[in-house]
């Protein structure tokens, strides 16, 4: 018995076998959810297809979130396996690479700003618009990925901070919308962690000593604490939990100066 028993969760933003979507996609597996994953192109099918049997899934389809026909398409093909649909993961995040270092204002450009809006903003909303018929009458969770970048200034996360901002603002607002239906919204702000899409940011390294050393924890988190939360805040147990945005951070977040030893 696990308490995603008879779930059906669609995973958007898995990409390898560390992204924080992998994390979450294994601890829904154990508690009984029943998973499809999507994949953003060729180049990454084969190796989601793999994570996906891992998790007893052979639901594996092609999304790139900036197409609307593709996000319609994925509904479409999802409804030839399954009739009705419980959870929707969102863990997708892009700015352009050269906007994730430098000075912010130096860094910043109308079209990295639109794209980071609408690669890691928008795109929950769209995702919500178009499996909305599928999760009615389901108790039906959508969770997305957030930082403490969108609230406080960090060094070279730039226009990234302002989109997942706007982020956690539209998980309110699609709380806001869907909870009539029953339909809960939440996000997790993890903290930071060792991913592909952390790779070859700069001074990435020192990030994560920074934080280990800094955090009331003393250590980083890991894929499947954030993973451990997430099949938590997805599930029935968190029935009266919407709009929130949940840390998972080592306790981070709560620090005003971090620590003298
Ligand atoms: O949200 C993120 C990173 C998301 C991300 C990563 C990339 C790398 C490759 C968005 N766009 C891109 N574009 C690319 O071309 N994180 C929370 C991880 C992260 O990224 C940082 C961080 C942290 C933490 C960037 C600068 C400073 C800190």
């Known amino acids: 018995m696990g308490f995603l028993d008879g779930k059906k969760a669609l995973i958007v933003g898995c990409a390898s076998n560390r992204s924080i979507a992998w994390g979450i996609a294994q601890a829904m597996h154990r508690e009984g959810a029943d998973l499809a994953f999507t994949y953003q192109n060729d180049k990454l099918q084969g190796r989601v297809e793999k994570l996906a049997g891992e ?15 593709q996000i319609d398409a994925v509904f479409e093909k999802l409804d030839d396996y399954w009739d009705h649909l419980d959870i929707i993961i969102h863990s997708v995040a892009y700015a ?15 079209k990295g700003f639109n794209m980071a809006h609408e690669i890691s903003s928008y795109s929950f909303a769209a995702l919500a618009k178009a499996g909305r018929n599928m999760m009615q009458g389901r108790n039906a969770a959508l969770l997305t990925l957030s930082y403490l970048g969108a609230e406080r200034v960090l060094p070279n996360y730039n226009v990234m901070g302002l989109a997942k901002a ?4 539209n998980v309110r607002y ?22 592909l899409a952390a790779a070859g940011i700069k001074n990435f390294r020192s990030m994560l000593k920074y934080s280990e050393q800094n955090t009331p924890l003393r250590r980083n988190v890991t894929i499947e604490e954030v993973g451990n939360a997430a099949a938590f805040l997805c599930s029935d147990l968190a029935s009266g939990i919407s709009g929130e945005i949940t840390y998972v951070d080592g306790g981070y977040n709560i620090t005003g100066m971090g620590s003298l030893d």
Do not use: Q
């Not at 998790?55 to 026909?69: G, K, N, R, Y």
């Not at 709380?175 to 991913?195: D, H, K, Q, W, Y």
């Open 55 to 69: 998790c007893d899934s052979d639901i594996t389809l092609p999304l790139d979130v900036s197409s609307d026909e």
């Open 166 to 169: 706007s982020l956690e603002a």
């Open 96 to 110: 352009p690479r050269e906007e994730l270092e430098g000075e912010y204002l130096d860094s910043v450009t109308r």
């Open 174 to 195: 699609m709380a806001a919308s869907l909870g009539p239906e029953n339909i809960r919204v939440n996000a997790i702000s993890a903290g930071p962690i060792r991913t």
